[in-house]
Nanobody
Framework: QVQLVESGGGLVQVGGSLRLSCVAS????????WYWYRQALGKPREWVAS???????NYANSVRGRFTIDRDNTKNAVYLQMNSLKPEDTAVYYC??????????WGQGTQVTVSS
């Protein structure tokens, strides 16, 4: 059983930065892709960024150039560095791990609030 634990959320002012972390425990050793999603109040969950096993990353247009996703395979972890934060970045952020293109695991979510 794989469990994902997120941390790093909080309250930050416009233009500030936060770094989210997500660590996997359990049987997470496999070819996997990491994702970050977010869900603002009253809105559907949306994809933010992803990073493949080879380290290649993709970003939603709304965060490209401001957010950076990276992974540490030795720690079974993924990170999301968020810079130049805007009020519209306020949301609950979730990490997701996809194993071998078959199994998916979600974190519990961490709140990010950007105040203006």
């Amino acid at each position: 059983q794989v469990q994902l634990v997120e941390s790093g959320g909080g309250l930050v002012q416009v233009g500030g930065s936060l770094r989210l972390s997500c660590v996997a425990s359990g049987n997470s050793d496999s070819i996997n892709t990491w994702y970050w999603y977010r869900q603002a109040l009253g809105k559907p969950r949306e994809w933010v960024a992803s990073i493949n096993a080879d380290g290649s990353a993709n970003y939603a247009n709304s965060v490209r150039g401001r957010f950076t996703i990276d992974r540490d395979n030795t720690k079974n972890a993924v990170y999301l560095q968020m810079n130049s934060l805007k009020p519209e970045d306020t949301a609950v952020y979730y990490c997701k791990l996809n194993q071998n293109g078959v199994y998916e695991h979600w974190g519990q979510g961490t709140q990010v609030t950007v105040s203006s």
